[in-house]
């Protein structure tokens, strides 16, 4: 997804030269790019879809005279196929959560009303468990005064499949006990521990045997 933005929005090529490696609680932020093209597909099948419609009038401007676009670059942790494990540390999950949590937090007034777009980060090549990524983006926005985050996801059978066990973990916090970011959290992390302590190759790989994060949560909550 950042190589299809970044062709999109020529502009922030520019950061590759002036941005340094970030530190665990660093993002970069970019203020006013704009958006050249579209685009077709995803994957193999991607494409140019022709010029984009411009939105450069007064009322997309800010008080700088710059577009009321924002795109902040978070790096995820990497871990190989046969060390995804280790994303269930604790140590782990607070890095990510604090990444996050600096990502999302409103640098200005008129940022808080502003939903936060984001998807499937640090998953793919990087290896994390979809669910344990979206539930730390979740606790962060919630934190970061309770934005709206909205995940989009272009393949279309991961987008259903995660939609699925999304619907169904929402639905067990309704009914359930679990009612604070620090409550799921304390939850997620010592369902971690369960997963390091475990020595079963289930764990290793996430999607290889029907493993879910959102079962072991619930059954961990429904156990207290």
């Excluded at 800010?62 to 990497?78: I, N, P």
């Excluded at 984001?118 to 990524?133: T, V």
């Excluded at 996801?153 to 066990?165: L, T, V, Y």
């Amino acid at each position: 997804m950042e190589e299809i933005q970044f062709s999109t929005c020529p502009e922030l090529i520019v950061s590759l030269l002036l941005t340094e490696e970030l530190g665990d609680t660093e993002v970069l932020v970019a203020s006013g790019c704009e958006q050249f093209s579209t685009i077709k597909g995803y994957g193999h099948t991607l494409k140019y879809g022709g010029p984009c419609e411009s939105t450069n009038s007064k009322t997309h401007l800010d008080a700088l005279g710059r577009l009321r676009s924002q795109v902040v670059a978070m790096d995820a942790l990497h871990f190989g196929k046969h060390n995804s494990h280790k994303q269930y540390s604790e140590a782990c999950i607070k890095r990510e959560l604090n990444k996050c949590f600096v990502a999302f937090d409103p640098r200005y007034a008129d940022e808080s009303d502003r939903p936060i777009a984001s998807g499937s980060w640090g998953c793919g090549a990087f290896n994390g468990d979809p669910e344990l990524k979206f539930l730390i983006q979740w606790m962060a926005a919630s934190q970061a005064g309770g934005r709206s985050l909205v995940l989009c996801i272009p393949d279309e059978q991961e987008f259903k499949r995660s939609q699925a066990g999304l619907q169904a973990f929402h639905m067990f916090l309704q009914r359930s006990k679990i009612k604070t970011v620090g409550h799921l959290y304390r939850l997620i992390v010592a369902c971690g521990f369960d997963i390091l302590k475990s020595a079963n190759a289930e764990y290793g790989n996430y999607g290889s045997s029907g493993f879910s994060l959102y079962t072991l949560i619930e059954r961990k909550a429904e156990a207290q």
